[in-house]
């Protein structure tokens, strides 16, 4: 899914990916790769092997540094504190999901076990015995809600599995 943060993705460092569908290897370039923001086109039951990453050099006690800041910050911003699936919405024509779920008034509204954390809006955590469906839920009312709000249709960035 091209993992990413802070204006960086996985994929904008992978030189080649190797996948492999039955028994069928493949290797391609990252050119040849057809990819985005949060989202990598494999075909079904193609299966990634292996990467070979491309990184540029630099001063240690910098990049230290940057790591240290950037995890310190993700901790304070993130720290939601009960169990979620990481951001739920993708970030939208360049405006970021958690603003425009806060613009909808809907930061801590909670639906059975399932809410919006307090910490983040982008964040639906379990309070405590959630089911499924209480996720499901609260996720069709954020995207009503800011749809209703801003005009903007939100899209997830969790895969729902097994539900319709
Ligand atoms: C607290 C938290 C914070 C997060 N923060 C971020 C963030 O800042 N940025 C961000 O981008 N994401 C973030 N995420 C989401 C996280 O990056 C994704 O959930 C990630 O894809 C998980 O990978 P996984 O291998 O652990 O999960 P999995 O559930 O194993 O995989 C995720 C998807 O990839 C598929 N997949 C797994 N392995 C392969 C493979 N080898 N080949 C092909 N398909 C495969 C699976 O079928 C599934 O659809 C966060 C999640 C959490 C819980």
Do not use: C
């Amino acid at each position: 899914m091209n993992a990413g943060a802070h204006g960086e993705a996985i994929l904008d460092r992978v030189e080649s990916l190797t996948t492999i569908r039955g028994t069928e290897i493949t290797v391609t370039k990252r050119a040849g790769l057809d990819y985005g923001y949060r989202r990598l086109a494999l075909t079904p039951g193609e299966i990634v092997i292996s990467a070979l990453l491309q990184m540029t050099s630099g001063s240690r006690a910098e990049i230290e540094g940057r790591i240290t800041a950037l995890i310190a910050h993700r901790q304070k911003s993130q720290q939601v504190g009960f169990p979620n699936a990481g951001s739920f919405f993708k970030n939208m024509e360049g405006k970021e999901a958690w603003r425009l779920i806060d613009e909808a008034g809907l930061r801590g509204y909670r639906i059975g076990g399932a809410q919006v954390a307090e910490a983040h809006s982008n964040f639906l955590v379990n309070r405590g015995g959630a089911r499924a469906a209480d996720f499901i839920e609260l996720s069709a009312l954020v995207k009503e809600k800011v749809r209703e709000q801003s005009g903007i249709l939100l899209e997830e960035e969790v895969r729902i599995v097994g539900e319709e």
